[in-house]
């Protein structure tokens, strides 16, 4: 039996990013399900609650004066398994027929099924564009999202021991998150051995890099990047420190993070313009500028030799192209 507060239930429950990446693996052959995993964990970090049919239950002298007792509804797959459905929304619910619900914490939910072997596992949203999740995949799940969860403690004593200067517990702290699967802590590792650890140890630094590159990070790429650029490994490879600007640039399109973008963004106008129209450049240059300028105005210290260096970039396409326009 579940137990849970009174409240009302909220059936603005907020998952529409993992409603259009099960969209997008009905309509895509090709595409994997496991984005629709990692926002499952996003959520689920965030206190991700679910709308839950259920059946309440008498009440009994376990449970508190403002608890209600209740056990969810189960779904009978053609084999015989038995799924607790759970809903992300109000209109997948009511395509089904009326019942008692709750809002619950996905996350309880994975603990109920993973503890009590009479349920085979879950599925989310049955009368739609369903999405199945058995009893080791939920044990999975689970299992991850406390991983993550413990990463992202050792990644904030690790930032807090960086800022401090600490930097043998930040070096400390950033490997157990990494350890963990932390990317960010991946990549601030490299930052560590490239500028904080005595002596420095750049071949350190760039295996952190590539590691986390390979994962999506924009900083590592564009400084792994970097490190190709000067040399720093060997000979000078300006032609794969481009290739890595440029895709650096790619991904940093996709969230647009002022810490991020706009060192992608330089890079590209000083180092990489090749494949952009001078259009184009021009617009990168405008928007690195107004990126740098208001991370500056939030109280990033350390960002006015960057935000000159965009400015210069700036001037020059400004110098050479703008007069042509008018």
Same mark, same amino acid.
């Given at each position: 039996m579940f137990q849970a507060e009174l409240s009302p239930i909220a059936y603005d429950i907020g998952c529409k990013k993992v409603e259009d990446l099960i969209d997008l693996w009905y309509t895509d052959d090709n595409y994997d399900d496991w984005p629709i995993l990692l926002a499952l964990q996003d959520e689920i970090m965030e206190g991700l609650k679910v709308i839950l049919?259920?059946?309440?239950?008498?009440?009994? &002298?376990? #449970?508190?004066?403002?608890?209600?007792?209740?056990?969810?509804?189960?779904?009978?797959?053609?084999?015989?398994?038995?799924?607790?459905?759970?809903?992300?929304?109000?209109?997948?619910?009511?395509?089904?027929?009326?019942?008692?619900?709750?809002?619950?914490?996905?996350?309880d939910v994975l603990t109920f099924v993973i503890n009590y072997n009479k349920v085979d596992g879950i599925v989310i949203?049955?009368?739609?564009?369903?999405?199945? #999740? &058995?009893?080791?995949a939920c044990r999975n799940l689970y299992k991850n999202t406390r991983k993550r969860t413990e990463a992202d403690e050792y990644l904030q004593k690790g930032s807090d021991a960086y800022l401090a200067k600490d930097y043998p517990t930040a070096l400390e702290y950033y490997t157990k998150a990494a350890e963990l699967g932390s990317v960010e802590a991946l990549g601030n590792l490299g930052y560590c051995y490239y500028y904080r650890t005595n002596p420095v140890d750049?071949?350190?630094?760039?295996?952190?890099?590539?590691?986390?590159?390979?994962?999506?990070?924009?900083?590592?790429?564009?400084? #792994?990047?970097?490190?190709?650029?000067?040399?720093?490994?060997?000979?000078?490879?300006?032609?794969?420190?481009?290739?890595?600007?440029?895709?650096?640039?790619?991904?940093?399109?996709?969230?647009?993070?002022?810490?991020?973008?706009?060192d992608a963004y330089?890079?590209?106008?000083?180092?990489?313009?090749?494949?952009?129209?001078?259009?184009?450049?021009?617009?990168?240059?405008?928007?690195?500028?107004?990126? #740098?300028?208001?991370?500056?105005?939030d109280g990033d210290q350390l960002s006015d030799a960057v935000l000159k260096d965009a400015q210069e970039q700036l001037h020059e396409l400004q110098t050479r192209l703008e007069p042509m326009e008018s």
């Open positions: 049919p259920v059946i309440f239950m008498e009440e009994n &002298d376990n #449970l508190g004066p403002n608890e209600v007792g209740f056990d969810p509804l189960h779904l009978t797959s053609k084999n015989g398994k038995k799924y607790i459905a759970v809903f992300t929304n109000a209109e997948e619910l009511q395509k089904g027929e009326e019942c008692s619900s709750v809002a619950y914490p996905l996350r949203n049955p009368w739609g564009n369903l999405y199945m #999740l &058995d009893a080791p750049k071949r350190k630094a760039a295996e952190c890099w590539q590691k986390a590159s390979e994962q999506g990070d924009v900083c590592s790429t564009y400084k #792994l990047g970097d490190l190709y650029r000067r040399g720093e490994l060997g000979e000078p490879d300006l032609n794969h420190a481009k290739a890595l600007y440029h895709v650096a640039y790619n991904l940093s399109k996709e969230y647009m993070n002022y810490y991020e973008f706009p330089l890079r590209i106008l000083k180092y990489a313009r090749e494949g952009f129209t001078d259009e184009e450049l021009l617009n990168m240059a405008y928007d690195c500028v107004d990126a #740098l300028q208001t991370r500056i105005h």
